[in-house]
Every structure is written in C-alpha cells, then in structure tokens.
C-alpha cells in the first residue's frame, strides 16, 4: 500500500514563506502527476498544484500562481511546495497525492477524484 508522508507545515505570519514537502513509500509504484490540495475549514477541498511525474510539467490554481511552485525530486521520489508572499487566505491543511491514472491533458490533474492516494495533511496558518 502506497503511503504519502507531508511535512513542513506550520505558523508563518503573511508574506512569509514554507515549503512542504511529500514522500512517497513506494518507489516503484506508477505516479503519473502528482498534486497538492488543501481544504479550509468550512470550505471544500480545492486544487492548488500538480505536477506531471515523468515530464515535470506543472501547474496552478490561479489562487497561487505566481506565489506557490511545486518541483519533485525523483531520486528522494518527494515532491515539494514552495509556498512564498503568503496570506491569510491561504490558511488550510494542505493534502499531497498521487495519481496512478495517465491522462493526456494536464487539467484532469486538478481533480481531486482521479488521485488514488493521499496523504494525511499538513496544517498550515498565516497570520495577519
């Protein structure tokens, strides 16, 4: 059974930066993309970032673009969030996954319901 790890999660006042991080326990299972989410309390779950496993092609809510980058590291099979200019807004347990599913167009990555495995979140608080 795959497991995905998070970490880095934590209280930084807004404009400052974190940066999570995702591991993966199984080396040799067939990730194709994967994402981060994050849910705040009283809202659904929402996309924040993806990224294609092989190809390392990457993309964004809007809500992060230009703010947020997501990279992996294949050797470490970790993959990141580098979260910076953060808000208030962007307070939420964030939640890494994988997907295992091959999709030609990158937008089906932004859908919660085609990653397989997640991981148990990680709390993260910006501060005004």
């Known amino acids: 059974q795959v497991q995905l790890v998070e970490s880095g999660g934590g209280l930084v006042q807004a404009g400052g930066s974190l940066r999570l991080s995702c591991v993966a326990s199984?080396?040799?299972?067939?990730?194709?993309?994967m994402g981060w989410f994050r849910q705040a309390p009283g809202k659904e779950r929402e996309f924040v970032a993806a990224i294609r496993w092989t190809l390392g092609t990457t993309f964004y809510a809007d809500s992060v673009k230009g703010r947020f980058i997501i990279s992996r590291d294949n050797a470490k099979n970790t993959v990141y969030l580098q979260m910076n200019s953060l808000k208030p807004e962007d307070t939420a347990i964030y939640y890494c996954?994988?997907?295992?599913?091959?999709?030609?167009?990158?937008?089906?990555?932004?859908?919660?319901?085609?990653?397989?495995?997640w991981g148990q979140g990680t709390q993260v608080t910006v501060s005004s």
């Open positions: 199984e080396r040799t299972f067939s990730k194709y993309a």
């Open positions: 996954a994988a997907s295992s599913t091959y999709y030609g167009s990158s937008h089906y990555y932004a859908k919660d319901d085609v990653y397989a495995y």
